[in-house]
């Protein structure tokens, strides 16, 4: 089948041929080393940055790449290809840096930027508490003006990249206006930082490599000029306008993970034998496979769509929803449907189609989960 991504161009060949040339060398080989210790070496962010691929997305002046989302998707789509669950690049480069790109000043900008794209800082943005998920409004965490400074208290959990962060976004109430007007984000460089301490590593099902942990602040100062906007009670507006593209991003390595499960699925079905022909021979798995083909192009040519809408600054909120919530159902299903062509050795953890079938189940939960994502469709009806 042969089928071009609208959206790609040469210069987008050409980064996706150095960033799949890196990640062979520098990140499949370490998988199962870094599932054993929760994280990435540190050091890969640093040869990540050295070869352009931290912010890729963000203005030269600053240290990015001055690509467009399109760069992004390239990268998510490379990292899915290979099974990569452990490597937070979403959160720090297509999360993160355009958090400060888009509402940092000018200061902070040519402050934290360079560092993020050089891999000198990994960021991290801490929205999730304890007995908050989906809705932002019940923020707990406060941070009161003293001064010259806020002082944090509170809790997170489940934060992505929680181990190396060396610049933190806080989702913090600084007043008392009641729901998201009293939401803002604060910036923390949390290098020897006094107050700040990180929690216990999380151990889930899948992705163990990627560091998620827990994150406390005990009267943490934070300088008042680290707020993003130029006044209080902006971030619940700054997360809502930012979350459509976090939530593409969940998409476009949805829909590269469905399709790799696929490949993989077909490749071992042509090889593996049983009652004296392969398995592709039979007609249950050749069903099961154009199923499975069929709809991952069909979601492909979807969230195709979507980048292109996004590159040009017309995907709506809604739209990015839909393209999370079905890209994501459609991953976990499609990768567990091939994970059965493998029958035992699928479910051993030596075939990247185990950890992929581990890995998909958060999709539908993070960045909103997907009963979520259909409440906010809905309320366009």
């Known amino acids: 089948m042969s089928y071009r991504s609208p959206w790609l161009t040469e210069e987008l060949d050409q980064l996706r041929d150095l960033t799949r040339t890196f990640l062979a060398k520098e990140s499949a080989p370490h998988h199962e080393r870094w599932a054993e210790q929760g994280a990435v070496d540190r050091e890969f962010w640093n040869r990540a940055g050295e070869l352009g691929l931290l912010c890729i997305s963000c203005p030269e002046e600053y240290g990015g790449g001055g690509g467009s989302f399109a760069h ?64 932002l409004q019940s923020i707990r965490t406060t941070a009161r003006r003293d001064g010259e400074d806020y002082v944090v208290n509170g809790s997170k959990t489940f934060i992505t990249n929680g181990t190396h962060c060396d610049l933190l976004i806080i989702v913090a109430r600084t007043g008392d206006a009641p729901g998201g007007k009293g939401i803002s984000l604060l910036v923390a460089e949390t290098r020897d930082l006094p107050g700040f301490q990180r929690g216990r590593v999380l151990r889930k099902i899948g992705g163990k490599g990627m560091d998620t942990r827990e994150l406390a602040f005990t009267d943490m100062r934070v300088p008042v000029a680290n707020l993003l906007g130029d006044r209080e009670g902006q971030g619940f507006a700054q997360l809502m306008t930012q979350l459509p593209q976090e939530r593409l991003a969940i998409a476009v390595g949805a829909v590269a993970s469905a399709e790799h ?118 309320r366009t009806l």
């Not at 593996?272 to 007609?283: I, K, Y």
């Not at 040519?301 to 709506?316: K, N, P, Q, S, Y």
């Open 72 to 135: 992004e998707a390239v990268v998510l789509e490379e990292q899915a290809r290979i099974a990569d669950d452990c490597w937070a690049y979403p959160v720090h480069s297509t999360i993160v840096a355009h958090y400060v790109n888009a509402y940092a000043d000018q200061e902070q900008k040519r402050r934290w930027l360079p560092k993020l794209a050089s891999g000198e800082y990994v960021g991290a943005i801490a929205m999730t508490e304890p007995g908050t998920g989906s809705d």
């Open 261 to 378: 499960a696929v490949d993989l699925a077909v490749a071992y079905a042509k090889e593996r034998t049983a009652f004296g022909e392969n398995l592709l021979g039979f007609q249950n798995t050749r069903f099961v496979l154009a199923e499975c083909r069929t709809e991952a192009f069909a979601l492909r040519t979807f969230v195709d769509h979507c980048i292109g809408a996004h590159v040009r600054g017309e995907l709506d909120a809604a739209t990015a929803s839909m393209a999370k919530y079905l890209a994501t159902d459609k991953q976990v299903e499609i990768t567990s449907r091939c994970l059965q062509i493998f029958g035992g050795y699928g479910y051993m953890l030596e075939y990247p189609i185990a950890r992929m079938y581990a890995a998909a189940r958060v999709q539908q939960i993070y960045g909103g989960t997907n009963e979520i994502m259909k409440e906010l469709i809905a």
